[in-house]
């Protein structure tokens, strides 16, 4: 038989999955194992091989990147581009369906999607109207409530209250929250994924077309689907489709956003006489590296458990440092990355990965001063960037006057003497009338407001039919070009001296470039303009626009998901920061961390580098911690201890720290004497020792004598004595 190049560089199992009959296929494996490998050419093989149209197939992948990468390599595959074939995230996916279907869908055509700081925003603000007391109702909670019932696929109507009064002020509250964005036509995340499914389920024709037209669904990351998602690939299938997914529950780690990793096992029940695969050659990491990872993952209990093993090198150690603050902690990344790309290795293929977004200031901060290129990805700020997020409000409220999130942001920005007062007006004629703030700015203006403020309104409100009229039929980039300068809002961040403006300005530039450099998908029914924001408002959430320089990459170890690096450094391991804190004392959070954890190491595909920071100055507070407790799962013969150099006397670890992490591999040992122990010099007097360095006749302390300060000395000639 011949062997298409689609089977090429597949081991038997992965090639079973890639052949599968047309039946439901479960591949269940771990990290590096080739899951997305088996993804890509199961649809290229379909289509090559089974000879299906790239129309019968459906891809969903967990990030934007991820779907862009997957289109590539099946096209490299084949050799051909492959159009109307369906890939995305679960969001991007439903937010098309609903493009196309907005009428049965209930949406109106132009209908906005809101972020999450705009859903808080909004949340804010329906709470002022209601005049409820935001102290005792938290926006966060209400926001955090709605959203879980969404991705249970739950509506107010469907929600008992209990005989719970708090519940069933959250359940009005929802109710309300839902009211005002119907009126706005404004779609939040979860709602997104409610909608989608909601169209599927309540139009039998639609249905049934999808149904016919997707025939295979093939699904990336599946640990990490919600109830939502499931219900909805579920209900697309029906009997006849054939869902392909894969995932790992050592990978699941999005429970906290309604991730269930249950749904592995539901899905064998639902689809009964589903294949299932194991893979169990990892081809991504070192020996040592995936042997540190499958020994921190053996220490949680809920697992379905696997055996991941590969034939490659057993490679470097990994190395640990452990820093004196965040700032030493910075300056060693920094030192190594340094090192790795005068070396002559792409910045790209290096990852700084952390635990939480605010980490990444500093690690920021440090790259800036050495001149290293480098991107934050999945804390993505460009579309969040307050100044930007303006100039698309101004865009937004172009292509929709009813939009009243945008309109707040912007009837006063740039000022133009619309005081609180007038939007107060406003506000409560909207309310009165349950219409949107653009009729009711109307209104107002020509009734209730004085004469400067009825100005300042009809000004605003000409400004805007203006902009619409002058950049109808222009260049998306043009029109983005347009509304920047015409809004005022260059000028306004111009008078903003200093750094701060000018960064502003120079951001609402780039987001020309970027409307420059935005592709409007041919098959989807909207404008170019809505297509870029509702690009931006998805994008929003996932990474700068467009990688146009070789950098460095910095992210979350959420953000690093199926992403593989030949160069990682996983910082801030510390007890409290990573586990986190919260997690520490609910067993089931901790074996999430540790789950996230195992993520973050199987990312290094050569070299590792793990720090933790004595004492670390994070949200202004400084703490001083423990060393991970996951770094004490890693086995002794896979790690290495860096200890830094420090000059000026540093306080010793604790003894229970000292014994949690490893005694250094350094020479002292040979002669009894370890870190933190108390010595005599003949001539210096008593000290401590703060750091060993190399081996035999080479070997060095530094020490830390109380008269005569911190010395560096060759051990063999120092004749140090042991202080008890
Ligand atoms: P994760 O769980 O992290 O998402 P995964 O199981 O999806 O990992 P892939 O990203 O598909 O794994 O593969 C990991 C690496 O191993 C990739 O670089 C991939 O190209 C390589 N790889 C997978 N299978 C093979 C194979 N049979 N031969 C050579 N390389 C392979
Ligand atoms: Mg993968």
Redesign the pocket.
Known sequence: MDVTPILE???DA?RQAVTAPAEPTLVI?G???????VLVHRAAWLIDVEGLSPQSLLAVTFTNKAAAEMRGRIETLLKLPVQNLWIGTFHGLAHRMLRRHWREAGLPQNFQIIDSDDQLRLIKRLLKNLEIDDSRWVPREIQWFINAQKDEGLRPQHLDDEGNADRRQMISLYESYEEICERGGLVDFAELLLRAHELLRDNAELLAHYRRRFHHLLVDEFQDTNAIQYAWLRLLAGDQGVPFVVG?DD?SIYRWRGARVEHIHRFQTDFPGTRVVKLEQN??STATILNAANAIIANNSSRLGKNLWTEGAEGEAIRIYSAYNERDEADFVIGRLRDWIDQGNARADSAILYRSNAQSRVLEEGLINARIPYRVYGGLRFFERSEIKDALAYLRLISNRDDDSSFERIVNKPTRGIGARTVELMRSYARANACPLWRAAGATASNDLNGRAANAVSAFMSLIERMARETSGLELHDQVDHVIYASGLVDFFKKDKGEKGETRVENLLELVSAAKSFQPDPAEEMSPLDEFLSHAALEAGEGQAEAWEDCVQLMTMHSAK?L?FPLVFMCGMEDGLFPHQRSIADPSGLEEERRLCYVGI?RAKQTLFITHAEQRRLHGMDNFSQPSRFIGEIPDEHVEEIRPRVQVSRPMRSAESQTRSRRSTAPASELGIRLGQRVRHKKFGDGVILNCEGQGAHARVEVNFEAAGTKWLVLTYANLEAVS
Request: positive net charge; glycine residues 16%.
């Open positions: 560089n597949l081991n992965q494996a990290a590096g194992s080739g899951k997305t490998r790992d990978q081809y991504r199926g593989e199987t």
